[in-house]
């Protein structure tokens, strides 16, 4: 099924590519939280379902772009969690920033994460305690979190706030990298980076993946209050998340 997931993901990776590379018309409106979202965004969105209910017609799937009843969804043990193209605001950019995010939850936790950068051709994935890195299509490699004297500390590259300045001034050695979308969990899972906090809310299918990746890298994603984050719709109330922050510690 992992196989089958990744090839998913570079389908929609080279349908995101087509339109950032030509000409053709990108429409852009705004959500509700004023964060954008495309034509493209939705057509991703679509080569995505299709795929995974061809695979697994039998689980029921999330996406951002979609809207829900809550009410029937925190019935759901098994689900598909994905983002179709994380990192619009990136896309937008044109900085190469952005992601296709897909995981399966099974009982509150991230079992199979896979993300996909198209503008770097850059593929991680994982299954349970198991993450790989493919830097071109056929070249696979597993990866592990890493440990540093100085850390690599990973911030968002459109998303700040006064947490985040307040914990830097409380760090003594660091170096310091922004960057977009789920691409942070990714440094952290193949020992580039050591840890990517973050203060501000966000959406359970924006962390799913890369929690199931660096979690089997050997890291951990942890709420600020050090518990795991629960994907369990069951115990929520919503899809948002509280704060967080993924470490190779």
Not at 5 to 25: D, K, P, V
Not at 45 to 64: A, C, H, M
Not at 126 to 131: E, L, Q, V
Request: proline fraction near 3%.
């Amino acid at each position: 099924m992992l196989d089958k997931i990744c090839e998913l993901a570079r389908r929609a990776g080279s349908c995101i590519m087509n339109f950032y590379n030509s000409e053709q018309f990108i429409n852009v409106s705004y959500k509700l939280d004023n964060t954008p979202i495309t034509n493209v965004d939705y057509t991703a969105n679509n080569i995505i379902k299709k795929g995974l209910l061809s695979i697994s017609p039998e689980v029921p799937i999330i996406s951002e772009e979609e809207s829900y009843d809550f009410k029937i969804c925190r019935h759901w043990t098994n689900y598909w969690l994905i983002d179709p193209l994380d990192g619009t605001k990136e896309f937008l950019k044109k900085n190469g920033e952005f992601t296709v995010n897909i995981s399966l939850i099974n009982n509150g936790s991230p079992v199979l994460g896979v993300i996909y950068a198209p503008f770097f051709d850059v593929l991680y994935s994982s299954f349970y305690n198991h993450a790989w890195k493919e830097k071109r299509l056929g070249l696979k490699e597993k990866i592990n979190v890493s440990q540093s004297k100085i850390p690599l500390l990973i911030a968002s590259r459109s998303h700040s706030d006064k947490e985040l300045k307040n914990y830097l001034t409380e760090m003594k050695n660091y170096k310091l990298k922004k960057l977009g979308s789920s691409l942070k969990f990714c440094l952290i899972a193949e020992g580039t980076a050591q840890i990517y906090p973050r203060f501000g809310n966000t959406h359970i299918w924006d962390t799913a993946a890369g929690h199931a990746i660096v979690t089997a890298a050997g890291g951990k994603v942890k709420t600020w209050t050090g518990e795991n984050i629960n994907y369990s719709l069951s115990s929520r109330c919503s899809f948002v998340n509280s704060g967080f922050y993924a470490s190779a510690l």
